[in-house]
């Protein structure tokens, strides 16, 4: 036992020195140390930068309330940063294209190079799997499109929506103006009745003459 323990000390201490050789060859003893301190302190302040301008982009940047007020390069820079436009769809399309080229030239050099079939069906299969693939992938896309269009119709918490946001058919909308209501025409009057001051008839308003007796009126 207690040579076992004398065997497995040796073996710890000859691996250390291993290490202290491994370490040395790669700086990171001696002068190297001073490397790893310094590179930690620039990877702090880096971290500190980042951290600080988060902040201020998001408070004075990506509100959309303050988008009106933002010069061009700072419009740009809400724009990136609130995704809304995407990129994805072009670079995919570019990467499409690409590719369905690279597989028909390819394809007809194998053909006449090395093996016609494994060139024809280079040539033909190929441009249909990338195509499969990106058909797959604009689904997506436009999904994701669809829910950003949704989220910039959606009003903002003051009932206003942003005018950086709306559409075109919006903005150039007119509002139908309201017609007032025409004041309801007055009930008629029934017909005031007077009496007859000789036969006591009744006599309707403006007659001249009782249609009873025939006495003159006023």
């Known amino acids: 036992m207690h040579l076992y323990l004398q065997s497995a000390i040796i073996n710890c201490r000859k691996y250390y020195h291993y290490l202290e050789v491994l370490m040395m060859n790669f700086g990171l003893m001696g002068g190297g140390l001073g490397m790893l301190q310094e590179a930690k302190n620039t990877f702090m302040l880096i971290l500190a930068f980042a951290l600080i301008f988060t902040i201020l982009i998001y408070v004075f940047i990506l509100p959309d309330s303050k988008y009106a007020t933002l010069n061009p390069f700072l419009r740009w820079v809400h724009e990136f940063f609130k995704v809304k436009k995407l990129w994805l769809e072009s670079i995919v399309r570019f990467f499409y294209v690409f590719g369905c080229l690279f597989y ?8 006449f190079k090395f093996n016609f079939w494994a060139g024809f069906c280079m040539f033909i299969l190929m441009p249909i799997v990338l195509r499969l693939l990106f058909e797959f992938l604009m689904m997506m896309i436009l999904i994701a499109r669809n829910v950003m269009e949704l989220n910039n119709k959606t009003p903002f918490p003051d009932g206003k ?36 001051t000789k036969c006591g008839a009744k006599l309707e308003e403006g007659s001249k003459f009782c249609t009873a007796c025939g006495n003159k009126i006023g």
Do not use: D, H, W
């Not at 028909?104 to 053909?111: S, T």
């Not at 559409?167 to 007859?196: G, I």
């Open 161 to 196: 929506k942003s005018v950086a946001n709306a559409t075109p058919a919006q903005k150039a909308a007119p509002q139908a103006p309201v017609q007032a209501e025409a004041p309801a025409a007055p009930a008629p009057e029934a017909p005031a009745l007077a009496f007859c």
């Open 104 to 111: 028909m030239v390819g394809g007809i050099y194998v053909m």
